[in-house]
């Protein structure tokens, strides 16, 4: 590699004229135009609008707006209801109430109820209306296909009384939430003010003296609310605090309870809020205050108008133009800052814009939505790290496929290249490449060697924490449900097996051993213990948490210089190998005394009778010797019906459930017959009724003659064996989805207990072996009938209990269901 003082320019104009600077520019300005439209979207169109309406009310909910003390709200609540009797009340009650505001001298009274059918009442309300400056709601429509709204009014004694009429309709945005109301409202034929706009304007014009005097602006504007003919639409800046104004019940104001100087001067706003009675309307601070009844919304509206408090949207230019600066500044800083840099930028960018437009909204009442300039610079940042990452991984893509494309280097020693070309970044791409490539080959050769070990491996540092685990292992611990063992203690990983014996564990010295181990378990997990160093190098046998049985040896890891850096533990699966020799034990067994014991006996009668001068009991004994031979046929027998029924193929073939209970009943009935006992098979008339499965004849019949053999031996004589059968439709109603047919046999014989349910189908296990000797067998026959019903697809269930007989039901899936599969395929 030729050496080289090239450095690394921030100056984009310095690779400009290279290829790679050329795409750099034009990525660069492709990654501006993209911004510029995302703003130009989110600006003009409604793209952005619902996030636009989620910042403008999070802006309010944060700071609370100082309410004015001259606005009290008279609530027509629940207690005024119940008091009063049911909703509408007879306007002789509204007009009292009006009357005993008019007594305390209030500055103006908003009147937030419809009165728009004539009453024999009007009269006197009217009367009451006038007392006060009063000012009525009107009620517009909305327009209908020509433009035109109607306009639900008062009764005329009512409005000419009045101090004037405004409408009370509220608009509600796309997502629900009124945020703004119109200062007018109406179509070409007639115009109408917003209700609390009307007192507004008297007060600022001096018709009305409010108790505080004249509020101080926000602004140096003029006063508002004069009529270009337009709607004069603008923000109303609610606030955590929106329902906190002075509140009096309309009972209490009408019984005389509330004193007159808490109206005095003040104006009054009267509205429904009792519930089911009110128009509710979400506002930006529903999530703290919940819906707000129309007569708060109107208090704050007029509060609003009083303090010049309103806020006014920007035209959609100003926030087009406003967030273009963000996006220039992150598009120059592409040009000379880091990624991470860059990142920052992006950051402060964000955090500027919304704390721009929060300033505003609070101190300049102008609402200029932070959203366009926020979602320029943060969809502009990941898509220009995305196209240099491409650009990365582009070329570490060229270096990786040529390292495929490139013969295996081990053992071989990685030849170096000569010259680099390029740039610096470039040439340390290249450096990095080489480098990685002799990485990359070594940990990809280390772990197909680890992966390729069929036991689970572990390799942990120095201090015991696990830092690779082959294939082996993570499916292991996958299968236990336990977490992946990177990162976590040695100890901990394989805290959950528990301790069988150390290795060779016989003699005295070893039983010390495994006695010592198991004081001192699970310290022996810990790789960092020397005191345990020997004795887990040469292995102790634990047991995980599916009872299957390891072998679990440490090894040393350590470097060039002998250095212990690690350990290495293995996991070794003898389950299989503890299952053989548990097999070979028990044929040896059943080898050495059930088999042998028979023919033991034949040659010593044998003997006996060849040593007798006049054999006199030749019959006699001619019948034992039979007996025995025929226990010897009967249990190889068994041996080798079993060994078929677990390994060779089954013939399947559609039969008769029914029929082949019939045939095993035949089958056993001699035996059945000399101890008295009844074999009774309930068939149904109907020849649907008639369960149908596929299965191997010889096979199922055996299985279903071992059932019946057990219930005549195992019952007394003079009983009833009963085999019953239930139809595809009935089993799938039983809990299962596939249909399947089931046939119970069922005897009244002596039961077998509970305990010893759980071992009823494992080989050699007699039951009443102690009661009645006099049964024989050897213990293959359950063992026989679990593995037939089981590799037919069915299962068996056993419900029993001792003295009230044994009940076996066998699960087949019907002929439809039955499994046709290579290892149980249908012969011809």
Same mark, same amino acid.
């Given at each position: 590699?030729?050496?080289?003082?090239?450095?690394?320019?921030?100056? $984009?104009?310095?690779?400009?004229?290279? !290829?790679?600077?050329?795409?750099?520019?034009?990525?660069?300005?492709?990654?501006?135009?993209?911004?510029?439209?995302? &703003?130009?979207?989110?600006?003009?169109?409604?793209?952005?609008?619902?996030?636009?309406?989620?910042?403008?009310?999070?802006?309010?909910?944060? !700071?609370?707006?100082?309410?004015?003390?001259?606005?009290?709200?008279?609530?027509?609540?629940?207690?005024?209801?119940?008091?009063?009797?049911?909703?509408?009340?007879?306007?002789?009650?509204?007009?009292?109430?009006?009357?005993?505001?008019?007594?305390?001298?209030?500055?103006?009274?908003?009147?937030?109820?419809?009165?728009?059918?004539?009453?024999?009442?009007?009269?006197?309300?009217?009367?009451?209306? %006038?007392?006060?400056?009063?000012?009525?709601?009107?009620?517009?429509?909305?327009?209908?296909?020509?433009?035109?709204?109607?306009?639900?009014?008062?009764?005329?004694?009512? %409005?000419?009384?009045?101090?004037?009429?405004?409408?009370?309709?509220?608009?509600?945005?796309?997502?629900?939430?009124?945020?703004?109301?119109?200062?007018?409202?109406?179509?070409?034929?007639?115009?109408?003010?917003?209700?609390?706009?009307?007192?507004?304007?008297?007060?600022?014009?001096?018709?009305?003296?409010?108790?505080?005097?004249?509020?101080?602006?926000?602004?140096?504007?003029?006063?508002?609310?004069? #009529?270009?003919?337009?709607?004069?639409?603008?923000?109303?800046?609610?606030?955590?605090?929106?329902?906190? +104004?002075?509140?009096?019940?309309?009972?209490?104001?009408?019984?005389?309870?509330?004193?007159? #100087?808490?109206?005095?001067?003040?104006?009054?706003?009267?509205?429904?809020? %009792?519930?089911?009675?009110?128009?509710?309307?979400?506002?930006?601070?529903?999530?703290?205050?919940?819906?707000?009844?129309?007569?708060?919304?109107?208090?704050?509206?007029?509060?609003?108008?009083?303090?010049?408090?309103? &806020?006014?949207?920007?035209?959609?230019?100003?926030?087009?133009? /406003?967030?273009?600066?963000?996006?220039?500044?992150?598009?120059?800083?592409?040009?000379?800052?880091? $990624?991470?840099?860059?990142?920052?930028?992006?950051?402060?960018?964000?955090?500027?814009?919304?704390?721009?437009?929060?300033?505003?909204?609070?101190?300049?009442?102008?609402?200029?939505?932070?959203?366009?300039? &926020?979602?320029?610079?943060?969809?502009?940042?990941?898509?220009?790290?995305?196209?240099?990452?491409?650009?990365?991984?582009?070329?570490?893509?060229?270096?990786?496929?040529?390292?495929?494309?490139?013969?295996?280097?081990?053992?071989?020693?990685?030849?170096?290249?000569?010259?680099?070309?390029?740039?610096?970044?470039?040439?340390?791409?290249?450096?990095?490449?080489?480098?990685?490539?002799?990485?990359?080959?070594?940990?990809?050769?280390?772990?197909? =060697?680890? #992966?390729?070990?069929?036991?689970?491996?572990?390799?942990?540092?120095?201090?015991?924490?696990?830092?690779?685990?082959?294939?082996? /292992?993570?499916?292991?611990?996958?299968?236990?449900?336990?977490?992946?063992?990177?990162?976590?203690?040695?100890?901990?990983?394989?805290?959950?097996?528990?301790?069988?014996?150390?290795?060779?564990?016989?003699?005295?010295? #070893?039983?010390?051993?495994?006695? +010592? /181990?198991?004081?001192?378990?699970?310290?022996?997990?810990?790789?960092?213990?020397?005191?345990?160093?020997?004795?887990?190098?040469?292995?102790?046998? *634990?047991?995980?948490?599916?009872?299957?049985?390891?072998?679990?040896?440490?090894?040393?890891?350590?470097?060039?210089?002998?250095?212990?850096?690690?350990?290495?533990?293995?996991?070794?699966?003898?389950?299989?190998?503890?299952?053989?020799?548990?097999?070979?034990?028990?044929?040896?067994?059943?080898?050495?005394?059930?088999?042998?014991?028979?023919?033991?006996?034949?040659?010593?009668?044998?003997?006996?009778?060849?040593?007798?001068?006049?054999?006199?009991?030749?019959?006699?004994?001619?019948?034992?010797?039979?007996?025995?031979?025929?226990?010897?046929?009967?249990?190889?027998?068994?041996?080798?019906?079993?060994?078929?029924?677990? =390994?060779?193929?089954?013939?399947?073939? $559609?039969?008769?459930?029914?029929?082949?209970?019939?045939?095993?009943?035949?089958?056993?009935?001699?035996?059945?017959?000399?101890?008295?006992?009844?074999?009774?098979?309930? @068939?149904?008339?109907?020849?649907?009724?008639?369960?149908?499965?596929?299965?191997?004849?010889?096979?199922?019949?055996?299985?279903?003659?071992?059932?019946?053999?057990?219930?005549?031996?195992?019952?007394?004589?003079?009983?009833?064996?009963?085999?019953?059968?239930?139809?595809?439709?009935?089993?799938?109603? /039983?809990?299962?989805?596939?249909?399947?047919?089931?046939?119970?046999?069922?005897?009244?014989?002596?039961?077998?207990?509970?305990?010893?349910?759980?071992?009823?189908?494992?080989?050699?296990?007699?039951?009443?072996?102690?009661?009645?000797?006099? *049964?024989?067998?050897?213990?293959?026959?359950?063992?026989?009938?679990? @593995?037939?019903?089981?590799?037919?697809?069915?299962?068996?269930?056993?419900?029993?209990?001792?003295?009230?007989?044994?009940?076996?039901?066998?699960?087949?899936?019907?002929?439809?269901?039955?499994?046709?599969?290579?290892?149980?395929?249908?012969?011809?």
């Amino acid at each position: 590699m030729h050496a080289t003082s090239t450095r690394l320019s921030l100056d $984009p104009r310095a690779r400009f004229g290279r !290829r790679a600077g050329r795409r750099f520019l034009i990525e660069w300005v492709s990654v501006g135009c993209l911004g510029l439209v995302v &703003i130009l979207l989110t600006s003009f169109g409604r793209i952005g609008i619902g996030i636009d309406q989620l910042v403008y009310d999070q802006f309010l909910t944060l !700071r609370e707006q100082p309410l004015l003390s001259d606005i009290v709200v008279v609530e027509i609540d629940n207690a005024s209801i119940d008091e009063l009797g049911r909703w509408p009340w007879p306007r002789s009650v509204h007009a009292r109430l009006l009357e005993q505001i008019a007594a305390a001298g209030p500055a103006a009274v908003i009147y937030d109820v419809l009165f728009t059918e004539p009453n024999a009442d009007d009269a006197e309300l009217a009367h009451a209306i %006038a007392l006060s400056p009063t000012y009525l709601p009107v009620l517009l429509t909305p327009p209908d296909a020509s433009g035109a709204r109607t306009v639900d009014k008062p009764v005329a004694p009512l %409005a000419q009384a009045a101090a004037g009429l405004g409408h009370i309709n509220f608009e509600v945005d796309s997502d629900g939430i009124a945020r703004s109301v119109a200062r007018f409202e109406g179509d070409d034929g007639s115009r109408w003010p917003q209700l609390t706009v009307l007192g507004a304007d008297a007060v600022e014009r001096g018709k009305l003296h409010l108790r505080g005097g004249l509020p101080p602006r926000r602004t140096n504007e003029p006063a508002r609310g004069r #009529d270009d003919g337009g709607e004069d639409r603008f923000l109303i800046p609610f606030g955590p605090n929106a329902a906190n +104004y002075a509140k009096l019940s309309f009972a209490d104001v009408l019984a005389g309870k509330v004193p007159a #100087d808490r109206l005095r001067g003040r104006i009054v706003v009267i509205g429904v809020t %009792a519930s089911g009675l009110y128009d509710r309307f979400a506002t930006p601070v529903s999530g703290e205050l919940g819906p707000l009844p129309g007569v708060y919304i109107h208090a704050n509206v007029l509060d609003t108008l009083l303090t010049g408090r309103e &806020i006014q949207p920007v035209e959609l230019w100003v926030v087009f133009a /406003a967030a273009l600066g963000p996006l220039a500044a992150l598009l120059a800083g592409f040009l000379v800052l880091s $990624p991470r840099r860059s990142l920052l930028l992006t950051g402060a960018l964000v955090l500027l814009a919304a704390a721009g437009s929060a300033l505003l909204l609070y101190d300049g009442r102008l609402w200029i939505s932070p959203v366009p300039a &926020i979602l320029g610079v943060v969809i502009v940042y990941p898509i220009w790290n995305w196209r240099r990452l491409e650009t990365t991984m582009a070329y570490l893509r060229g270096e990786l496929q040529r390292l495929a494309d490139e013969p295996h280097l081990l053992p071989e020693t990685p030849k170096r290249r000569r010259e680099f070309g390029g740039d610096v970044l470039e040439q340390h791409m290249a450096l990095m490449a080489q480098a990685a490539q002799r990485v990359q080959d070594m940990k990809r050769f280390v772990w197909d =060697s680890l #992966d390729s070990v069929p036991e689970p491996i572990l390799v942990s540092d120095v201090a015991g924490v696990v830092l690779i685990a082959n294939h082996a /292992a993570k499916a292991h611990f996958a299968r236990l449900g336990a977490p992946m063992p990177e990162g976590q203690p040695m100890r901990n990983v394989l805290g959950g097996l528990a301790l069988v014996k150390t290795i060779d564990a016989g003699a005295a010295s #070893d039983n010390e051993r495994n006695l +010592y /181990a198991h004081a001192h378990w699970p310290a022996l997990l810990d790789p960092t213990r020397g005191e345990f160093a020997a004795l887990m190098a040469q292995g102790v046998e *634990v047991r995980d948490a599916n009872e299957r049985d390891h072998l679990l040896r440490y090894a040393t890891c350590t470097n060039a210089q002998g250095e212990t850096t690690g350990w290495i533990a293995g996991l070794v699966d003898v389950s299989a190998l503890h299952a053989a020799e548990r097999q070979r034990e028990d044929a040896l067994r059943l080898l050495s005394h059930d088999m042998r014991s028979p023919q033991a006996s034949i040659i010593a009668l044998v003997e006996i009778e060849r040593a007798r001068a006049e054999p006199v009991l030749a019959r006699s004994l001619l019948e034992r010797i039979e007996r025995y031979a025929r226990r010897a046929l009967t249990l190889a027998d068994d041996f080798v019906q079993l060994a078929r029924a677990e =390994s060779q193929v089954y013939v399947l073939e $559609p039969l008769s459930l029914t029929e082949l209970v019939i045939d095993a009943s035949d089958e056993v009935w001699p035996q059945a017959h000399a101890k008295r006992i009844t074999l009774d098979t309930e @068939t149904g008339n109907d020849a649907d009724d008639d369960p149908w499965i596929c299965a191997d004849r010889s096979l199922m019949t055996r299985a279903l003659v071992n059932i019946l053999n057990n219930a005549v031996k195992y019952s007394p004589p003079d009983t009833r064996i009963v085999c019953s059968f239930a139809s595809p439709l009935a089993a799938k109603h /039983a809990g299962s989805e596939a249909p399947r047919v089931s046939c119970t046999i069922r005897d009244q014989g002596y039961g077998i207990p509970k305990d010893q349910q759980a071992g009823l189908f494992e080989r050699f296990h007699r039951f009443h072996e102690a009661e009645r000797p006099e *049964v024989g067998g050897a213990g293959l026959g359950m063992a026989f009938i679990k @593995t037939v019903v089981t590799r037919h697809g069915g299962s068996v269930e056993v419900v029993s209990a001792p003295g009230e007989g044994t009940a076996f039901t066998v699960w087949l899936p019907a002929l439809d269901d039955a499994p046709l599969d290579e290892s149980n395929a249908l012969r011809t």
